[in-house]
């Protein structure tokens, strides 16, 4: 067992040394260089692309009354210039001003005490001067007592605030009619490079007139927003920093 966990030990130092020497070398490597722009690419070919399922209702057949132009299935009566179709675009109004505070304090404490009078110890206690250098008083042979007490107090204040446009594509038509987007927008500026990405599930209708749609209309919306070069580097505390904070226990 023993030698099973220090094999466990060797394994896991030696697994993180190496992801710190590829991490150290690409770094060492982009040493003077601004960092690269990901390539356009098609969503479909990522590795990690999926498909969405979604629980879906029965599709319906399209209606279209004789000697008229309009269709069950038609938004508007004149072509509906919004996004409908796979790799049609549409922008992303992203408004996010949240805001909240917590505090929470606690205090418990609890005092406990037990005494036992032992007169006469059965008889015992004038046996007790052969063991005990002094003389013993038979009233304080047993005195127990006990207390305890905890306190803890906490806050939590969060603000964030962002506010960006993004163009995101259509990349798949749901059964019932519903699209999954997805956009990434990248801007380069000196060493430094921000990356927002975005993906989601939206209704057509509620895109609106200009082929806008806002974040609080994309169900099961995923929206990241960070950075990559020199400042990013100086932010983030060094990696035997973060796996010290993680397995040092006090």
Do not use: H
Not at 48 to 53: E, F, G, I
Not at 133 to 143: A, F, I, T, Y
Not at 161 to 172: C, D, H, K, S, Y
């Amino acid at each position: 067992m023993r030698i099973y966990k220090e094999l466990k030990f060797i394994t896991t130092a030696s697994a993180l040394l190496l992801l710190s020497a590829c991490g150290t070398a690409d770094r060492l490597a982009n040493i003077g260089k601004e960092p690269a722009l990901t390539r356009i690419q098609n969503p479909a070919e990522d590795s990690n692309y999926k498909t969405v399922s979604m629980p879906m209702p029965v599709v319906q057949d399209v209606i279209k009354e004789n000697n008229s132009l309009w269709e069950s299935n038609r938004q508007t009566f004149f072509k509906d210039q919004r996004a409908s179709n796979i790799g049609d675009i549409l922008t992303v109004m992203i408004d996010i001003d949240d805001e909240a505070e917590l505090e929470n304090e606690s205090e418990r404490s609890r005092n406990a005490s037990e005494g036992a009078d032992l007169t006469s110890a059965l008889g015992l206690e004038s046996q007790l001067t052969k063991v005990l250098p002094e003389n013993v008083v038979g009233s304080d042979l047993v005195d127990l007592g006990s207390n305890s007490r905890s306190s803890g107090s906490g806050s939590i204040e969060r603000e964030e605030e962002i506010r960006v446009t993004l163009a995101a594509t259509v990349t798949q038509i749901l059964p019932n009619g519903n699209m999954l987007i997805q956009g990434r927008q990248e801007v380069r500026v000196n060493f430094e490079k921000r990356v927002l990405e975005l993906a989601g599930i939206i209704r057509p209708e509620d895109i609106t007139v200009d082929n806008s749609i806002p974040y609080d209309r994309i169900a099961e919306a995923r929206i990241s927003y960070g950075g990559k070069g020199q400042i990013t580097d100086v932010q983030q505390p060094r990696y035997g920093q973060q796996v010290y904070d993680i397995l040092f226990p006090f």
